[in-house]
């Protein structure tokens, strides 16, 4: 995609400093295996190439959910969610660039089940009438600012959660806006608070192509699908074509949703 690459081009570029990294790392240490949950970011894939190049087996955790549009699962062992994420991944076998893998080497593939410890709690939000809002950068901090906010005016509290790669100077900034909300906004940290505390203490989630729809669904908290900005893919993962996650084109039917029964 020609945005994706607008945004991303720094990101794509460190791949020349990842491969030379990891086959200096790899080639000294020999390990056994190579142990990956992430399958697309520069630095994995770097490794992956390195580790195909050298012939060290590769294993792969999922760790959220996975579309058409993802590399090709090219690990010697791979552990999925589930029978959704392998036919996903089926779709994905014609996505490679990578000239070190050996396309008729035997692969495994286990499914073994969400990796997260996810509970159902009977009292979801204790009543206090809660909305999650998690994002990632990419999303848009204004955007993000701007439901909150009109969540906030509804009546209702806010809880943001951010992913785990948000820059420093994104959460400095969500932090200035949370103490000057009064605590009607709070700020939820990946690194402190794990995914199963986090859905606990809310009545439902918003969210744009995230995994935490799927995780908020299965432990029966109303989830929401939102784009805070146009989507190159909208429902990129399915939730709302899969009945698992409502959909809201603006902020004024994000709250119709919250207040719906």
């Avoid at 770097?46 to 699962?73: D, G």
């Avoid at 009109?150 to 969500?174: C, E, F, W």
């Avoid at 805070?228 to 809201?248: E, L, N, S």
Wanted: net charge negative.
């Amino acid at each position: 995609d020609r945005e994706l690459m607008g945004r991303r081009l720094n990101g794509f570029l460190t791949i020349y400093f990842w491969i030379p990294f990891f086959f200096v790392i790899l080639s000294r240490t020999k390990p056994k295996v190579i142990l990956c949950s992430n399958d697309h970011n520069s630095a994995n894939r770097s490794l992956l190439a390195v580790a195909n190049y050298l012939e060290i087996p590769t294993s792969y955790l999922q760790h959220a959910s996975v579309s058409s549009r993802f590399h090709k699962l090219d690990f010697d062992y791979s552990f999925l969610d589930g029978k959704i994420a392998y036919e996903a991944y089926q779709q994905c076998e014609g996505n490679t660039h990578d000239p070190f893998a050996k396309n008729n080497r035997e692969r495994w593939v286990f499914l073994s089940g969400v990796k997260r410890p996810l509970t159902i709690a009977s009292n979801n939000g204790s009543g206090s009438d809660t909305v999650g809002i998690a994002f990632k950068e990419a999303d848009g901090i204004e955007e993000v600012i701007r439901l909150s906010e009109y969540v906030m005016q509804s009546g209702k509290h806010v809880l943001l959660r951010y992913h785990p790669a948000t820059s420093q100077n994104i959460i400095d900034k969500l932090k200035k806006i949370v103490n000057e909300s009064g605590d009607r906004i709070m700020l939820n940290s990946p690194y402190s608070s794990p995914v199963n505390e986090y859905l606990a203490s809310i009545d439902s989630v918003v969210a744009s192509n995230s995994t935490m729809l799927l995780e908020a669904a299965m432990v029966d908290v109303k989830s929401i699908y939102y784009e805070f900005r146009p989507a190159v893919t909208p429902d990129y993962y399915g939730y709302v074509a899969k009945g698992i996650a409502f959909q809201a084109g603006s902020v004024e039917e994000v709250v119709e949703l919250l207040n719906a029964n």
